[in-house]
């Protein structure tokens, strides 16, 4: 069974730095894209970053510049590298891959998976 643990949430001062990851374990054929999501309380989930598996990336406006996505295919392993941390990063940090999982032998179509979530919060 798939699945994708991440770790590194925490609290930290604003001006701060946190490093997320998250491993993916499991009857795994193939990751593609990897990516960030965060949910603050009262608001929608919305996409923080995006990697595909030849490293291109993709960001939202708000982090640009100050948060930095990678992977590393051998480990598969995503990260989420957030520095100069604000208050309004507060929230939930989801990581989400696009997994081809091995069934009985058997390559099965790709699909998202999701980590259970790391809690960020950042203090004024």
């Known amino acids: 069974q798939v699945q994708l643990v991440e770790s590194g949430g925490g609290l930290v001062q604003a001006g701060g730095s946190l490093r997320l990851s998250c491993a993916a374990s499991?009857?795994?054929?193939?990751?593609?894209?990897m990516g960030w999501y965060r949910q603050a309380p009262g608001k929608q989930r919305e996409l923080v970053a995006q990697?595909?598996?030849?490293?291109?990336?993709n960001y939202a406006d708000s982090v640009k510049g100050r948060f930095t996505i990678s992977r590393d295919n051998a480990k598969r392993t995503g990260y989420l590298q957030m520095n100069s941390l604000k208050p309004e990063d507060t929230a939930v940090y989801y990581c989400?891959?696009?997994?081809?999982?091995?069934?009985?032998?058997?390559?099965?179509?790709?699909?998202?998976?999701w980590g259970q979530g790391a809690q960020v919060t950042v203090s004024s």
């Open positions: 499991g009857s795994i054929f193939s990751i593609n894209v």
């Open positions: 990697i595909t598996l030849g490293g291109s990336t």
């Open positions: 989400s891959a696009e997994i081809r999982e091995i069934i009985e032998g058997v390559v099965a179509t790709m699909r998202p998976y």
